[in-house]
């Protein structure tokens, strides 16, 4: 996905609002979910795309699954 600089500064500014307001409720975000973002103001996935993903590490966080391998043996896929 190729973005102008127009639309970067705009994703840089939303994403920096969105750190700021984590930040007065006293939140902090781990270095792969600000990895993450930087991805989007980047241009490198969309908003949907970053949706998903966001989404998807909520899902296995409250799963209380850690990485790939205990994520397999969780849906019964031990390949």
Known sequence: MEIDGVERERRRKAVEAEIACLALDGGRLAADCLAQLQRYVDGQV??????????????????????????????????
């Open 46 to 79: 969309s908003l949907e795309e970053l949706r998903a993903e966001l989404i998807e590490r909520l899902r296995l966080e409250v799963e209380g699954i850690a990485d790939e391998d205990e994520m397999r043996r969780a849906w019964g896929d031990l390949e």
